[in-house]
Structures are given as C-alpha cells and as structure tokens.
C-alpha cells in the first residue's frame, strides 16, 4: 500500500470543484500499481485516466474513462496477444471530505474490463491434443478423435417416468 505522504497520480485535489464547479482530469499511473488487478494477463505500459469531476449539491461527481494495454495468452492456442482496453466509470465523494482518489475505482474497471476468455482470432484452432502443435500455424496429420456416440453423454435426458 502507498505511504499517505507520497502522492497518488489518480488522487485530486477538490478546491477546483469547489471554486468552478468543474475540473477536468487526465492523469497516467504505472501499470505495477495495479498489480493483481487482472485474474490473468497482465497490464503492459501505463494506465491512462480521463474525465471531468464536477460540483453536484454537496458532492463531488467524476465520470470518465480509465484505459490502457494489457498482455493475455489465447484461450486456445497460447499464442501471446497484446491489445487495448477502456471502461468507463463514475465515482462520487462529498465535496468537502478532502482529495478525490479514484485508484481502487480504477482497479476495479480494470477487473471489469478483462474478458473471460480471449482469441488470436475468432476461429482460431487451437494446439493438436496429440502432438500440441499450433493449428492456426502448422499441420501436424494428426487425426482428431471422433466420439464415439455411446460415449457422448447427452445434454438433456429423459426424465424416469413415475409408476
């Protein structure tokens, strides 16, 4: 955890909200920041913070978007894939509790953010569970195994009839 004295590049000062009405934000932080955001992959270069807080009664409302580029392995064939991610968010304080921290808001988009599952390509073909070569790049000759069809278990049996 940050020591409270060392400053926090998503935490923001409210005087501006307070005095204007609104204040607009964008501010970057080191991916190690976030360590442990993602349950897989992991975040690669900085995390990137944009929006604008403004004056709402007597809180404080920020609306914006936190993004950046991230580091997963294909679900099917482990190839590596570097791609870009944004989710927005909104956070609200009361205006007169003191700085606005949006970090832990944006540690948890970024968990909202990463896919349950991630492809090199929608039809990507995945490894040969005989050989576990990459399909999308070679032919191996292997021959995948058909079930056969006493060993498929249906997905919906027949209920067992009463009497």
């Not at 005095?19 to 270069?45: N, R, T, W």
């Not at 090199?120 to 032919?139: E, F, I, M, V, Y």
């Not at 079930?147 to 209920?159: H, L, S």
Request: contains cysteine; negative net charge.
């Amino acid at each position: 955890m940050k020591d409270e004295k060392e400053p926090a590049p998503f935490r923001f000062p409210l005087t501006d909200v307070k005095d204007y009405g609104e204040m607009d934000v964008k501010a970057q932080a080191p991916a190690e920041d976030f360590a442990g955001a993602l349950s897989e992959g992991s975040l690669i270069g900085p995390v990137a913070l944009r929006g604008v807080i403004r004056r709402v009664d007597d809180d404080a409302v920020f609306t914006g978007s936190v993004g950046g580029r991230w580091l997963f392995e294909c679900s099917r064939c482990l190839t590596p894939i570097e791609g870009e991610w944004s989710e927005t968010f909104e956070a609200t304080v009361s205006i007169d509790g003191g700085p606005m921290d949006l970090t832990e808001e944006a540690r948890q988009s970024i968990g909202l953010a990463q896919p349950m599952k991630m492809f090199c390509q929608p039809d990507c073909k995945g490894l040969c569970p005989t050989c576990r070569k990459n399909l999308n790049t070679t032919h191996c000759g292997h021959v995948p195994a058909v079930d056969a069809p006493d060993t498929v278990r249906p997905r919906f049996t027949e209920r067992r009839k009463k009497g």
